[in-house]
């Protein structure tokens, strides 16, 4: 009897290679290849092709999930055109992390036009072979705006549907969130549309005209 050739030990990927995928992974693809990020295929078919280096598709997919990189998944930035943003963001951020003593610190935002929907039969609940199920179509009950506050001190959030949006019903739910107890300052940081600007200004003592109209 002869025993068959066993195959010898697993090839090791140098460190180097490794360090090569990772950095090829972080930057744009050359833009002869008309591609707008990596897959691991393509970006093992580069390395073969340009630099020579041989690794599956599999091992590049292993390295990302490895490294938590996912080159397919853009984020996204925002320019603010306010000329005084970069003076402004050192007193707004230190009021969150060191507030003046008695002071109430919101963080401030609107969700309007909500569409009220509800599914025109009641959901199937799960059952032992069976998934919820719902409707594909649905009702429309108009519509609703939700305002909402976060307490940057306490971690509380408040939140409050109204059917209208304008000044009156945004000054409501301000007095309300900060409680009528409690006047002794007021960081108002939001997208807070310019409507809501004047009656902030003019009934809540202590408010200055740069926070309301600041957007982070």
């Given at each position: 009897?002869?025993e068959?050739r066993r195959?010898?030990?697993?090839t ?17 693809p ?19 092709r ?5 690794v ?7 390295i ?9 998944r ?8 306010d000329?005084a943003?970069?003076?402004k ?6 009021l ?32 032992f ?16 705006n ?35 107890g ?27 005209e740069p ?6």
């Open positions: 009897m002869e068959k195959g010898g030990p697993r090791q990927v140098p460190p180097r290679v490794r360090a090569r995928v990772i950095a090829l992974t972080r930057m744009s050359p833009a002869e290849s008309g591609l707008s990020h990596w897959s691991t295929r393509t970006l093992a078919g580069h390395l073969k340009r630099e020579g280096i041989s599956s598709w599999h091992y590049v997919a292993r990302w999930c490895e490294e938590n990189l996912k080159p397919h853009p984020g996204t930035f925002k320019i603010s055109k000329p943003f970069a003076e963001v050192p007193d707004v951020v230190g969150y992390l060191a507030p003046p003593g008695g002071a109430v610190g919101l963080s401030v935002d609107e969700k309007t036009q909500v569409q009220a929907l509800d599914r025109t039969q009641p959901v199937l609940p799960v059952t072979a069976a998934t919820e199920k719902r409707t594909h179509d649905y009702v429309r009950h108009g519509t609703t939700l305002f909402a506050a976060l307490n940057a001190t306490t971690g509380e959030v408040l939140g409050e549907c109204r059917p209208n949006r304008n000044g009156t019903t945004f000054l409501a739910f301000l007095k309300k969130a900060v409680g009528a409690t006047r002794h300052a007021l960081d108002h940081m939001a997208a807070v549309a310019r409507a809501h600007r004047e009656a902030l200004l003019h009934d809540v003592p202590g408010a200055t926070w309301p109209a600041t957007k982070l």
